[in-house]
Nanobody
Framework: QVQLVESGGGLVQPGGSLRLSCAASGSIFSLKTLGWYRQAPGKQRELVAQITSGRTTNYADSVQGRFTISRDNAKKTVYLQMNSLKPEDTAVYYC????????WGQGTQVTVSS
């Protein structure tokens, strides 16, 4: 059974940075596209960044140029470097496989506030 465990969230001031991590179990990690999602209060979950097995990346317009997704297949971990954070980035962040979604982890809370 694939498990996803997100970490690295916290409270940060506008303009600050955070690095999120998502550790995955299971053997499919290196073969699959991975994505970072977020869900703000009262809003639907949205995909903000994804990375293919070949490390091609794609970003939502709202985070383009500020967020960077990367992966370490040996560690079965995907990262999200978030820079120049804005209050509207406040959300619970999750990782998953966009084309073969598995059970969601608990997510990690990111709060951007002064």
């Amino acid at each position: 059974q694939v498990q996803l465990v997100e970490s690295g969230g916290g409270l940060v001031q506008p303009g600050g940075s955070l690095r999120l991590s998502c550790a995955a179990s299971g053997s499919i990690f290196s073969l699959k596209t991975l994505g970072w999602y977020r869900q703000a209060p009262g809003k639907q979950r949205e995909l903000v960044a994804q990375i293919t097995s070949g490390r091609t990346t794609n970003y939502a317009d709202s985070v383009q140029g500020r967020f960077t997704i990367s992966r370490d297949n040996a560690k079965k971990t995907v990262y999200l470097q978030m820079n120049s954070l804005k209050p509207e980035d406040t959300a619970v962040y999750y990782c998953n496989y966009p084309f073969s979604v598995v059970s969601w982890g608990q997510g990690t809370q990111v709060t951007v506030s002064s």
